[in-house]
């Protein structure tokens, strides 16, 4: 890297990194770091410090599951704000259930990797089916983490869409559409890692995206970024949901 492309870098004026998007708010001293949190519940208290202007106001958090909440919960309780959820599941490939190449929202709202698609030699059928199977995904989880509860009524509302990290940015894409399309007033992402690439787009799709650890290069990985890693079961979002909603 030249000099002249580190002193942009490292370039900053009030958490903005003012070469790219004005509204990317992140910690200079967490870039290209990894291991940088514990778990997933310090990466939300970190969050929350650089999202500690919204406490106490009209604003709601919202979580994607699984690895979100845990995350979102820590923010909302921290920053003293309505807590809720918002289901999205990314579209797998049926030999890579880790793998995917699209991502579906709670509301119907589809998303497809259109660069990708043409190298994985899959049918407009097989996609069909896919996108079928993922939604009936996501229908099931909302009924299992809301019951019978309505969406929130967002049209006054602000709100922060927590993950707990940004890679390809599919999934939190889909999220902030079905957002838009339930009225939403203001949009900020956080999450607590992300590539930098992914970041700077997705920041043309928001109000602001508040990102503690940004990270360069070929290899990403949002797991990288905790000292602690493991999947998050339904038992424990039902209990954070109902932790949050009782404080």
């Known amino acids: 890297m030249t000099r002249k492309n580190k002193e942009k870098l490292h370039n900053r004026a009030g958490g903005n990194l003012i070469n ?33 202007s919204y406490g106490h106001s009209n604003t709601i958090v919202l979580g994607i599951p699984a690895g979100g909440l845990p995350v ?16 999205v599941s990314k579209i797998t490939l049926p030999w890579n259930s880790e793998a995917g190449y699209g991502a579906v929202a709670f509301d119907g709202t589809v998303r497809l990797n259109e660069q990708l698609l043409p190298r994985l030699g899959l049918n407009k059928e097989e996609i069909r089916q896919e996108i079928k199977k993922t939604f009936g995904k996501v229908t099931h989880r909302v009924r299992s983490l809301r019951g019978e509860r309505a969406f929130p009524d967002l049209s006054k509302q602000s709100v922060i869409l927590v993950d707990d990290g940004l890679a390809s940015g599919f999934t939190l894409i889909v999220g902030v559409e079905a957002l838009s399309k339930a009225g939403a007033r203001q949009i ?60």
Not at 29 to 46: I, M, N, Q, S, T
Not at 73 to 87: C, P, Q, R, T
């Open 72 to 87: 979102a919960a820590v923010i909302a309780e921290h920053l003293h704000l309505l807590f809720d959820i918002l289901v």
């Open 20 to 52: 790219k998007h004005p509204t990317v708010v992140d910690l200079e001293e967490l870039r290209d770091r990894v291991h940088v949190f514990r778990d997933r519940a310090h990466a939300g208290k970190v969050l929350a410090g650089m999202l500690d």
């Open 188 to 247: 900020v992402v956080a999450v607590p890692t992300g590539h930098w690439d992914s970041v700077q787009l997705m920041a043309q799709q928001v109000e602001a995206v508040y990102c503690a650890n940004i990270r360069q290069g070929w290899s990403f990985a949002v797991a990288d970024a905790y000292e602690r890693w493991s999947d998050v079961s339904d038992e424990e979002m039902v209990g954070m949901i109902k932790r949050v909603k009782q404080d």
